[in-house]
Each structure stands twice: as structure tokens, then as C-alpha cells.
């Protein structure tokens, strides 16, 4: 059974950085996309980027901010987010589908989720 679990939230300043990992056990992730998504209070969850079988997308509100890479030897997926505003606080997922074919920005195309590592974006 594959188990995701996220880290690197935390309290930033606007204009700052953060690097989130998604970290898998149970299972590699060579045959799996990774979306990261995030839920601001009282919101839905929303995509924010996602990596699949040599295929990257980003949302709009984060392009040109935020980077996702995966390093398949460590089992890790990461958010590299840049230029942090206040409208980016939210609790961030990491979610996993099995599949070969690219990946996708919406919620239920994933299968496994982690528990969510809270971003606060705050003078």
C-alpha cells in the first residue's frame, strides 16, 4: 500500500521560499503521477501542479513561482515555491495516481493522499 507523507511547511514572510517533499513508502514511484494540491480554509482543493510520465503542469495562479521535480532514487516528489504571497496559505497535499500516461490537475484522478503540511504566508 503506497503511503505519502509531505514536509517543509511552515510560517514565510511574503516574497519568500519553501520546498515541500513528498515522500513515498510501500511502493515506488516509478509508474505513478504526483499532483500537489492545496486547501485554503473555507475553499475547495485546488491543483496546483502535478508530474507524470515525462509531463509538468502548473496552475496559472503558480507559474513561473512554483517548481515541481521528483527524485525517483529518494522516492521523493518536490515543490520548490518561490515569491510566497498571502493568497498561497493553505494546507498542501501531495497525491498519487498510477498511470503511464502524463498527469492530471484534478482531484479525483488520485488515489492515495498524505496528511497535508500547513503554508502560512504572513508578515
Known amino acids: 500500500q503506497l503511503q505519502l507523507v509531505e514536509s517543509g511547511g511552515g510560517l514565510v514572510q511574503p516574497g519568500g521560499s519553501l520546498r515541500l517533499s513528498c515522500t513515498a513508502s510501500?511502493?515506488?514511484?516509478?509508474?505513478?503521477?504526483i499532483g500537489w494540491f492545496r486547501q485554503a480554509p473555507g475553499k475547495e482543493r485546488e491543483g496546483v501542479s502535478c508530474?507524470?510520465?515525462?509531463?509538468?503542469k502548473y496552475a496559472a495562479f503558480v507559474k513561473g513561482r512554483f517548481t515541481i521535480s521528483r527524485d525517483n532514487i529518494k522516492n521523493t516528489v518536490y515543490l520548490q515555491m518561490n515569491s510566497l504571497n498571502p493568497e498561497d496559505t493553505a494546507v498542501y497535499y501531495c497525491?498519487?495516481?498510477?498511470?503511464?500516461?502524463?498527469?492530471?490537475?484534478?482531484?479525483?484522478?488520485?488515489?492515495?493522499w498524505g496528511q497535508g503540511t500547513g503554508v502560512t504566508v504572513s508578515s
Open positions: 510501500g511502493s515506488t514511484l516509478d509508474h505513478y503521477a
Open positions: 497525491a498519487a495516481a498510477f498511470t503511464q500516461e502524463g498527469c492530471s490537475e484534478n482531484v479525483s484522478a488520485y488515489d492515495y
Open positions: 508530474i507524470g510520465d515525462g509531463t509538468i
